[in-house]
């Protein structure tokens, strides 16, 4: 009998001892299957108001709003330069002379040709007046039948051939005038004077040289390039994906290499209409001439030199805006594709520690953040990184937050 309790008594011991390892080994796994969710590391910041300003930047360089280029519009050498680099002149003030003997001489030869005709003119109409006359007398004697026919006859041609030498004078004085004037023409251009107020910015050639004029395969002599620099400009090239949101008058801040502590207020006066034109043939991005008109420009600019401008489209104040590197775009659940693009745009927005996807409409982007016009309100936190985490987010991810680190 002893046996057969001692025999239940281990058959007990053994049952509990199976029971509390069966325990033990169920919160065992409970505990690992807890720890294989694992948690994403990320930084968060609460959903708030900011004031944005959306700007465009570009490149390019300080330009003149009037520059003249000087030409040779007549070949000839340079006799005499009345003006130096870096002066200032005023409308109609002397710049620079060419040799102009040839076409003096040209003139004066013109003058002595038309002289010379007026004078077989003067011959032509004594000679005209006087066929008239014999042609009317025999025109008479010829309805009295006192001559023949054939002397009316002569007499006529006589007469029309003095009218035909006539015109042809006449004609011939006013081609040698017209010589004259071109040959005017041409000595006017031999001397040079400002056309406009400014200042000498280069001065190309020195007395003595030979001006070129310009053909179609072989440029003119450039003799020197007036300024006027009371008004400036600078030009940027803008890309074509940033050239539509730019308006005539949006507001422009100009920062040039030369005046490194000095930012220019100016205005957006030119849009180019269409791309600018290089010399290599590519499938790169084009770009558009914008010109911006700078408000009050200091003496020491200069032009040609480098420039930057950013170009404000937008400012808003007080409105909701998130960091950029908060957005993502993901791919839209099944059902969600049939209603537009199989891609959508939000933040992930955290609840009792987990992440929830929330789409989100964009408004206009400043430099750091960017306007959210609908999908949060204030207050919300969201994640806003690091990229490698945010992409690894799903919906109901777990997270633990990490301290933002102040920027130095």
């Not at 029971?19 to 169920?26: D, E, L, P, S």
């Not at 070129?212 to 300024?227: F, H, K, R, S």
């Not at 422009?252 to 180019?272: F, H, M, N, S």
Request: hydrophobic share 35%; charged share 30%.
């Amino acid at each position: 009998m002893s046996e057969k309790k001692s025999f239940f008594k281990r058959r007990k011991k053994a049952i509990i001892i199976s029971a509390v390892i069966v325990f033990i080994a169920i919160i065992v796994i409970f505990n690992l299957q807890s720890q294989r969710e694992k948690s994403i590391r990320v930084t968060v910041e609460k959903v708030k108001k900011d004031n944005l300003t959306s700007k465009i930047s570009a490149s390019g360089e300080v330009k003149p709003k009037k520059n003249v280029n000087i030409s040779a519009h007549v070949s000839g050498r340079i006799v005499k330069i009345g003006v130096e680099e870096g002066q200032r002149v005023k409308k109609d003030d002397f710049l620079l002379k060419l040799d102009s003997t040839q076409f003096e001489a040209m003139a004066n030869r013109d003058r002595a040709l038309i002289s010379s005709h007026r004078a077989e003119l003067i011959r032509a109409e004594a000679t005209l007046k006087k066929d008239e006359s014999f042609y009317q007398r025999q025109k008479k004697l010829f309805e009295e039948d006192l001559i023949s026919e054939e002397q009316l006859e002569a007499a006529e041609a006589q007469y029309d051939i003095s009218k035909a030498q006539h015109k042809a004078i006449i004609y011939q004085i006013e081609q040698a005038q017209a010589s004259l004037e071109s040959t005017l023409d041409t000595l006017s251009k031999t001397v040079y004077n400002s056309p406009i107020d400014g200042i000498i910015t280069s001065l190309r050639v020195e007395e003595g040289e030979v001006a070129i004029i310009g053909t179609m395969n072989n440029p003119g002599t450039v003799l020197m390039t007036i300024a006027d620099l009371s008004v400036m400009e600078v030009e940027v090239e803008v890309d074509e994906t940033d050239v539509i949101g730019v308006e005539l008058g949006h507001r422009a801040e100009v920062r040039v290499d030369a005046l490194p502590d000095q930012t220019l207020e100016g205005k957006v006066t030119e849009i180019g209409s269409s791309a600018l034109q290089t010399t290599t043939i590519s499938q790169e991005s084009k770009d558009f001439k914008v010109v911006i008109t700078l408000e009050n420009p200091p003496n020491s600019l200069k032009p040609g030199l480098s420039a930057s401008a950013d170009i404000i489209t937008a400012e808003k104040k007080d409105i909701l805006a998130v960091p950029i590197s908060a957005l993502i775009l993901r791919e839209k659940e099944e059902k969600e594709k049939e209603k537009g693009d199989g891609q959508e745009e939000g933040v992930y927005v955290v609840e009792n520690s987990r992440v929830k996807f929330y789409p989100v409409k964009k408004g206009i982007m400043g430099e750091m953040n960017i306007e959210i016009t609908s999908g949060l309100e204030e207050g919300q936190e969201i994640v806003v990184g690091p990229y490698s985490a945010l992409r690894q987010l799903k919906d109901d991810t777990l997270i633990k937050q990490e301290e933002k680190k102040e920027e130095k």
